[in-house]
């Protein structure tokens, strides 16, 4: 490789001499591209120059090698590139003009020595292994197919990890051999395994004095058990939770190692954890960086650890959580910075993510005439924290203002506050043989809320509305309570609690909240609602070494009517937001019959609604985008109005995939989706496109 490398950087300051004969003495480079990739990016950052630099051939000639050498990295052999320059005034633009080689494909994987754990196994976890008719589709396909040789000594390290898995510590695999043929691009690997024997542990122990480790307890809690065979993986977990606990006493630069003590005879090991605490470390200073618009006191109040407390790891994690769940940043970095034996800073680097939005619009429709719409939100209002939307929507026939704040820290305490106001109205064509009619809703609230330890809130307030039926008259057949004009007044509450990672793309944690709703309080409506939302999170990166992210999703609703439950105040399913995907949103309900058959909304009082889903990335065409798969199911019925026809549970259900993309306008969600068990009438929508909501 060295005399290959050695070859290029030869030719090309042999063929860049000729070049550079026009350019300028002490020329600086001006502009740098590479033409011929897709992703360019990361070989900008690698290649050895920037733009502002001082020309030379050898710089260019070192930078043709990287990007041949990353070539092949990704199974390109042969490639060539092409150097172009061109004098700029004082200076000069370099452009690399790219022509890929052949990708090496794998004919034929060959294990050698294996007898206890199957080929099929020992090539899951391997790169350079035989493709399969779905290779490309990450996960499921596996991958393999083409040819890495940078990745044979880490393949090598794989199949070692696979046996230490099973507890085979005597296990060896010899260097992998790869034979390429040329003629035809393909390559042929072997893995030669002295596999041993399986050791089970006899013993665990915990050395080093550590004042306020509870021994006992860490050994129930330790996953490596006597008697148990050993294994590696749990023994990095192990070690994972013995440096958290000792971290979270104020041993920031503690020393944990294992030691092994192997009984060749009997096959047995028995393993001691060393623990050197070394000092109690406090906090110096918390220094903050990368905060262009989010004010440091936003980001302070974020951050559980203060200067002179004592360093605890809990904490720490805590903050990159608590940072991430704001949905401010689109990367937070959380490290600890050593000062002194007994002292650390505390860095907190973040990067701003785009959080507001702004739209609007000017169109004409056959029924609503000429219309303008226009809506601003904004998710930390000049670095605040507050969010804020305003919507504005205008036409002939119908009409919308809303506008709303949220201060999750009120005067930068635990207490909350939000406040809404709005006004709605719509004209509606009924039938050919009903005069037309409107809607006005008018209304507000607010609630006061309060922060209760790290993951969980709770807020009380007030909302007020008045909903208005204008020259309408129900058919016969529909109650006409659903169609009265009435005015609310309810108490509401809420109880959430969140202890995911990130804002819009959680891997881990769960999300549960409980909305509690009680009309009565004056008015026309008497009922009582509650409305629980719950989500999980998974990720599977650690395991799979692919960002593979599993959610569950429930949403589940029920109305106690005390007198009066309006229509306009009951659940609907459908749409992403309502939820089953693959029907429009608010369209799966029960419904009424008037005598001439046709059917109207009536709304449930009761749902449960599941959602399945599955995430990849697509970073490939963009950052910040992902392939997502999901299954829902929902079900809703209608025990208040007695003529409701639909009597007991209608159940409705869906799959298909949606793109999430967390676009520089806020996120998007494309989703294509398919009713599994639509009947006929049903509003089925394969389509939707939604903005500004969490994935």
């Keep these: ?3 290959k490398v050695l070859l290029v950087l030869f030719l090309g300051l042999s063929v860049l001499s000729l070049e550079a004969a026009s350019i300028p003495r002490g020329a600086a480079i001006t502009n740098i591209e590479i033409d011929g990739i897709s992703d360019t990016d990361k070989l900008m950052d690698v290649i050895g120059i920037k733009k502002g630099e001082r020309y030379s051939a050898e710089k260019i000639a070192k930078a043709k090698a990287i990007i041949i050498k990353a070539m092949e990295a990704q199974g390109y052999y042969g490639t060539t590139v092409e150097t172009k320059l061109e004098p700029v005034n004082d200076g000069v633009a370099v452009t690399f003009d790219v022509n890929k080689g052949e990708k090496i494909k794998i004919k034929k994987v060959t294990f050698v020595g294996n007898k206890a754990v199957s080929s099929s ?17 990450p996960i499921i396909g596996g991958g393999g197919g083409t040819a890495m040789p940078e990745q044979l000594p880490y393949d090598q390290m794989r199949i070692r990890e696979a046996y230490l898995e099973r507890g085979y510590l005597d296990a060896k695999v010899a260097e ?3 034979k390429i043929d040329f003629s035809n691009y393909t390559a042929d690997v072997t893995y030669v395994i002295t596999e041993g024997e399986p050791y089970t542990v006899s013993s665990v122990k915990i050395s080093g004095k550590v004042p306020g480790l509870n021994e006992q307890e860490i050994q129930e809690e330790l996953r490596l058990k006597p008697g148990k065979v050993f294994n590696v993986k749990k023994l990095r977990s192990d070690l994972k939770m013995l440096h958290e606990k000792v971290g979270d006493l104020g041993y920031a630069f503690a020393q944990i190692e294992p030691l092994f003590k192997k009984d060749a005879k009997n096959h047995t090991v028995s393993i001691t954890y060393k623990i050197q605490p070394d000092k109690k470390v406090y906090i110096n200073d918390v220094i903050i960086t990368g905060n262009t618009k989010t004010l440091d006191y936003v980001i302070r109040r974020y951050v559980y650890l203060a200067p002179g407390d004592l360093y605890n790891y809990t904490d720490l994690e805590d903050t990159k959580k608590e940072l991430q769940r704001t949905g401010f940043f689109d990367k937070v970095v959380v490290k600890p910075q050593r000062v002194s034996s007994d002292k650390i800073n505390i860095v907190v680097e973040v990067t701003e993510a785009q959080t507001g939005s702004i739209s609007g619009g000017i169109g004409y429709g056959s029924y609503d005439g000429f219309m303008i719409n226009a809506s601003l939100s904004e998710r930390n209002i000049l670095g605040s924290g507050i969010a804020g939307s305003l919507t504005l929507d205008y036409g002939q026939k119908s009409h919308n203002y809303a506008l709303s704040f949220t201060d999750p820290r009120l005067f930068n305490t635990l207490f909350s506050l939000s406040v809404g106001i709005y006004d709605s109205r719509n004209e509606y064509e009924y039938d050919s043989d009903t005069e037309d009619y409107t809607v006005s809703r008018r209304g507000g609230w607010f609630s006061l809320g309060r922060k209760i330890g790290r993951n969980m809130h709770a807020s009380l307030g007030y909302s007020y509305s008045d909903v208005d039926y204008h020259d309408y008259t129900p058919p016969a057949g529909v109650d006409p309570r659903a169609y009265e004009s009435y005015k609310k007044s309810s108490i509401i509450g809420s109880f959430t609690y ?7 793309v959680p891997r881990e944690g769960i999300y549960s909240k409980l909305s509690l709703e009680y009309a009565g309080v004056g008015g026309d409506a008497d009922f009582w609602k509650a409305d629980w939302k719950f989500a999980a999170f998974y990720g599977l990166e650690e395991q799979i070494d692919y960002d593979l992210i599993l959610r569950y999703k429930f949403h589940g609703g029920y109305i106690h009517d005390g007198g009066y439950t309006p229509i306009a105040e009951m659940f609907t399913l459908g749409g992403s937001r309502d939820g089953v995907r693959g029907y429009a949103p608010g369209s799966i309900s029960p419904r009424y019959y008037d005598s001439n058959g046709n059917d109207y909304i009536a709304g449930g009082d009761q749902i449960l609604v599941n959602s399945i889903e599955a995430s990849v990335p697509l970073t490939y065409i963009t950052e910040g985008m992902r392939l997502t798969g999901f299954v829902d199911y929902g079900m809703i019925r209608n025990t208040i109005y007695s003529s409701v026809q639909d009597k007991g549970w209608m159940n409705r259900a869906s799959a298909g995939a949606q793109i999430e993309w967390k676009s520089p306008f806020g996120p998007i969600n494309l989703v294509f989706a398919y009713p599994i068990n639509d009947k006929k009438g049903d509003d089925t929508s394969v389509f ?4 500004g909501s969490k994935f």
């Design 1 to 3: 490789m060295v005399k």
């Design 121 to 137: 196994e020992l090539e899951r976890n391997i790169v350079n292994k035989e493709g399969g008719l779905f290779s490309w589709i």
């Design 176 to 178: 992998p051999l790869m």
């Design 498 to 504: 969140d202890n995911t990672d990130d804002y819009y």
């Design 688 to 691: 939707e496109f939604t903005m």
